[in-house]
C-alpha cells in the first residue's frame, strides 16, 4: 500500500502523480472482510470455460482499505478471508481465502 504523509489517506498501488510528496510504503497483512461479493457464471472466452463459477469479491482490510480479487471458499457478507497468492507465468495474483 502506499500511504500518503499526514493525510492518513492510503490506496493499493503506487501511480504517478504530479505535486505531491511525502508517500511512503506501507505494509498490511490483508486480512479482512468480505464487504461485497458476485459470483461469476459465464466464462469471457471458451479459454476460461474451465473457471466458472467462481466468485469475486471486495474485502475490506483490517486497516480500511478495500481490494477487489477472487474468493476462494463460500461467499457471505462479513465472512474473514485471509491473502493466498497464485503464481502465473509473468505475474501472481492476490486471492482472499475465507477462514471461518
Known sequence: MVSA??????????VRSTGTVGHA???TDARGKVYSWV???????????????YTIAVV?????LRLL?????VPSD???VAPIFVDHDDWTE???EVTA
Open 5 to 14: 504523509a499526514g493525510a492518513g489517506s492510503r490506496r493499493c498501488l503506487r
Open 25 to 27: 510504503d506501507v505494509e
Open 39 to 53: 459470483t461469476v457464471h459465464k466464462a469471457l472466452t471458451p479459454a476460461q470455460a474451465d473457471q466458472v463459477p
Open 60 to 64: 475490506e482490510l483490517d486497516d480500511g
Open 69 to 73: 480479487g477472487r474468493l476462494v471458499g
Open 78 to 80: 462479513g465472512v474473514p
Open 94 to 96: 492476490l486471492r482472499f
